[in-house]
């Protein structure tokens, strides 16, 4: 009976200690040489230091504002993809792994394919100079044409991870029973209907999950914007390499990365309010 009781933390223990050794710790590292200043002093000193450089307000603003576009586009795209998938009576398979190909392409090479794409001998200006829309090369990418850098970071980044939130939307989707939307069809619910009404309410846990998860990554974007931008796209996740690798300020760039978890612990919260079952309250 003991060992009945004890097998399943015998179990999570591997997953406990692998947390411990590799998250825990190195948090808890991160988070005392943030606030530890030059001469060993607690405070925030190296907040100070990083709020001073030219940098920090662009990177916040840069990186709030690619969040704030791609995920709602994001979202948007992979509903419509999910609900696209699930009506399928056949192919479903074939076609959900097409969606989600790019999950497979890491962050680095996403950058890569649509630099090649862009940039002024890629394929996007061969093609419009073969149907003679352009004389010659357009350099879309440079450091005066900051709404074209944005425009490229955020195709990239919908390209890229929009997967992602298909993947838990098709899940939960799957998790909703059937019935329902026979029941609600043979009242005369059209799709849109049948849409709001049950598959919304009923995809929340899995809309909460893939919102958070989503949000958070869009603050760590680092590779897509280096390849296409390069520093004059300043975000969070850019200066916190900065500050680590070439100006050699490790308590700089723990500073940095106690503001991404700061912006990630505050929008998980709002999005678990925001899309919080309201009907428990009223039950209650």
Request: aromatic share 12%; charged share 10%.
């Amino acid at each position: 009976m003991n060992n009945v009781r004890t097998l399943p933390y015998l179990l999570l223990l591997p997953a406990t200690a692998f947390l411990l050794v590799f998250f825990l710790l190195p948090f808890f590292g991160v988070a005392v040489e943030a606030f530890t200043g030059p001469g060993g002093e607690l405070g925030f000193a190296n907040f100070q230091s990083i709020a001073f450089d030219w940098k920090f307000w662009p990177a916040i603003t840069n990186t709030l504002t690619l969040t704030a576009l791609v995920v709602p586009i994001q979202l948007a795209l992979a509903l419509a993809m999910a609900s696209l998938v699930m009506s399928l009576k056949a192919g479903r398979d074939v076609v959900l792994y097409i969606f989600t190909i790019p999950l497979g392409i890491s962050d680095l090479a996403a950058g890569i394919v649509w630099l090649a794409i862009l940039e002024q001998n890629g394929f996007l200006n061969g093609f419009l100079h073969a149907l003679g829309l352009i004389d010659g090369p357009q350099n879309l990418l440079t450091y005066n044409n900051l709404p074209a850098l944005f425009v490229a970071v955020v195709a990239a980044e919908i390209w890229r991870a929009t997967a992602i939130i298909l993947v838990i939307l098709v899940a939960g989707m799957g998790l909703i029973p059937k019935e329902y939307h026979e029941a609600a069809e043979v009242f005369g619910a059209g799709r849109w209907t049948r849409f709001r009404k049950i598959t919304l309410p009923l995809l929340r846990p899995s809309l909460q999950t893939a919102l958070i998860l989503r949000v958070i990554l869009s603050f760590e974007v680092f590779a897509v914007v280096a390849v296409l931008a390069g520093s004059n796209l300043p975000v969070l996740m850019g200066e916190t390499f900065e500050w680590q690798f070439n100006l050699q300020d490790s308590k700089g760039a723990a500073a940095y990365a106690m503001i991404v978890l700061g912006l990630s612990i505050a929008f998980t919260v709002a999005i678990l309010w925001l899309l919080r079952d309201r009907t428990k309250g009223e039950t209650a």
